[in-house]
T-cell receptor
C-alpha cells in the first residue's frame, strides 16, 4: 500500500510568482487536507477537500486555492507569493471525513 | 488566538528516563486528541490518540493522560531512547480539522 506522496520535494520561487504543489492520497482515501508548517511551528490547517469539494477552510487568504481530482489526488495553488509563504506544505489524506489523517513528507517552499 | 498550547518548547532527557509533554486546549468542542511525532525532513506521523471520554490510554512506552475538566492532556514516554529524539506535536480535532500545538523538541541523550 502506497502512502501519501507529494511533489516536488523542494521549490524556490520569487515574490509575486505563483506555485502549484501536488499530493497523491493514500489508496482508498477520499479526503485530503492541506497544512502550512512554518519553521519551528506546528502545522496550520489551510483547507480540506472531500470528494472534489472544498470542505472547510482555515484562516488563509483567497490566493490559497486548491483542487481535488476524481482519483482523489489534490493540488494546492498559491498566487502572488509573499516571503511569509516560505514553509513546509503538508498534505494529509484520510478514508473519509473525521477519520485519522496520514501525512505526506511535505514540500519545502522557499520564497525569495 | 492559540487554541492548543503546548509545553515545554524543548526537552532533554537521559536515556531510560521519562519524557513528559503537556498540552492545554480551550475549545470544548474538540472531540479527538492525537499526538504526532515528526523527524527532520519528514511529515508528522501519528503516535497515539485519545477521545475525551477516556482518562488514559497506553500503547507500549507511550501514554496519554487526559483531564477533561482541566482541559489538559499530556504525553508520557517511558524508558526514553535516543531514537525517540524528534519533535512532538499535540493536536485537537473538531469536525475534520486538526489544530496543532507549537511542538516540543525532544532530545534523549545516550
Amino acid at each position: 500500500e502506497t502512502g501519501v506522496t507529494q511533489s516536488p520535494t523542494h521549490l524556490i520561487k520569487t515574490r509575486g510568482q505563483q506555485v502549484t504543489l501536488r499530493c497523491s492520497s493514500q489508496s482508498g482515501h477520499n479526503t485530503v487536507s492541506w497544512y502550512q508548517q512554518a519553521l519551528g511551528q506546528g502545522p496550520q490547517f489551510i483547507f480540506q477537500y472531500y470528494r472534489e469539494e472544498e470542505n472547510g477552510r482555515g484562516n488563509f487568504p483567497p490566493r490559497f486555492s486548491g483542487l481535488q481530482f476524481p482519483n482523489y489526488s489534490s493540488e494546492l495553488n498559491v498566487n502572488a507569493l509573499e516571503l511569509d509563504d516560505s514553509a513546509l506544505y503538508l498534505c494529509a489524506s484520510s478514508p473519509g471525513q473525521g477519520n485519522e489523517q496520514f501525512f505526506g513528507p511535505g514540500t519545502r517552499l522557499t520564497v525569495l | 488566538q492559540q487554541q492548543v498550547k503546548q509545553s515545554p518548547q524543548s526537552l532533554i532527557v537521559q536515556k531510560g528516563g521519562i519524557s513528559i509533554i503537556n498540552c492545554a486546549y480551550e475549545n470544548t468542542a474538540f472531540d479527538y486528541f492525537p499526538w504526532y511525532q515528526q523527524f527532520p525532513g519528514k511529515g508528522p506521523a501519528l503516535l497515539i490518540a485519545i477521545r475525551p471520554d477516556v482518562s488514559e490510554k497506553k500503547e507500549g512506552r507511550f501514554t496519554i493522560s487526559f483531564n477533561k475538566s482541566a482541559k489538559q492532556f499530556s504525553l508520557h514516554i517511558m524508558d526514553s531512547q535516543p531514537g525517540d529524539s524528534a519533535t512532538y506535536f499535540c493536536a485537537a480535532r473538531r469536525y475534520s480539522t486538526l489544530t496543532f500545538g507549537k511542538g516540543t523538541m525532544l532530545l534523549v541523550s545516550p
